[in-house]
Antibody
Framework: QLQLQESGLGLVKPSETLSLTCAVSGYSINSGYYWGWIRRPPGKGLEWIANFYHDGTTDYNPSLKRRVSILVDTANNQFSLRLSSVTAADAAVYYC?????????????WGPGAQVSVSS | SYELTQPPSVSVSPGQTARITCSGDALPKKYVFWYQQKSGQAPVLVIYEDNKRPADVPERFSGSTSGTVATLTISGAQVDDEGDYSCYSTDTSGTLRVFGGGTRLTVL
């Protein structure tokens, strides 16, 4: 059974780098899906951050691209999000998800989310 | 940029039909997807590719599109259906992947 679990520091200082990891169980991240990150700021809608494929293909939200990096650890079947130079606007619940490759790529299974606050 | 527009809230009584709309210029050409999110839980896919329902989603959930408007319909809404519903799609190029602002469904 597929499970995704986000983890990482829940509090980040302004201008520092947010770092989260998504541990995947029940499915190999090397197999026929993309994997992605989405966030929901408080009181706002969901916002797509980035997708990646195990062959190194990545796909970023243009508004976040210059600050986002994705690290893949296939040995441990997990992947990480790095978001640099954070501000209060980056405070959100961050979700990792499996991405179905179809005419439109979409998210079919999500982790429970990780709350990240930004404060000095 | 590209936006999907949803009403902030919809309210129905138990057993009534709830309809949640999502407007976007690219919807005539791009699929729309719907997610349900209950408080403190992960989003759950309830409709994909405009009108397809995942196997574990109740039949009372259905999706449709007409021009630039997609509609999620919950026939005979139940109290357990309360939550936030978000549509998702892309712009015509497929580059921008966006969610609607979300609609809070209240059933009481």
């Amino acid at each position: 059974q597929l499970q995704l679990q986000e983890s990482g520091l829940g509090l980040v200082k302004p201008s520092e780098t947010l770092s989260l990891t998504c541990a995947v169980s029940g499915y190999s991240i090397n197999s026929g899906y993309y994997w992605g990150w989405i966030r929901r700021p408080p009181g706002k809608g969901l916002e797509w951050i980035a997708n990646f494929y195990h062959d190194g293909t990545t796909d970023y939200n243009p508004s976040l691209k210059r600050r986002v990096s994705i690290l893949v650890d296939t040995a441990n079947n997990q992947f990480s999000l790095r978001l640099s130079s954070v501000t209060a606007a980056d405070a959100a619940v961050y979700y990792c998800a499996r991405v179905v490759i179809s005419t439109t790529y979409y998210f079919d299974f999500w982790g429970p989310g990780a709350q990240v606050s930004v404060s000095s | 940029s590209y936006e999907l527009t949803q009403p902030p809230s919809v309210s129905v009584s138990p057993g009534q039909t709830a309809r949640i709309t999502c407007s976007g210029d690219a919807l005539p050409k791009k699929y729309v997807f719907w997610y349900q999110q209950k408080s403190g839980q992960a989003p759950v896919l309830v409709i994909y590719e405009d009108n397809k329902r995942p196997a574990d989603v109740p039949e009372r959930f259905s999706g449709s599109t007409s021009g630039t408007v997609a509609t999620l319909t919950i026939s005979g809404a139940q109290v357990d259906d309360e939550g936030d519903y978000s549509c998702y799609s892309t712009d015509t190029s497929g580059t921008l992947r966006v969610f609607g602002g979300g609609t809070r469904l209240t059933v009481l």
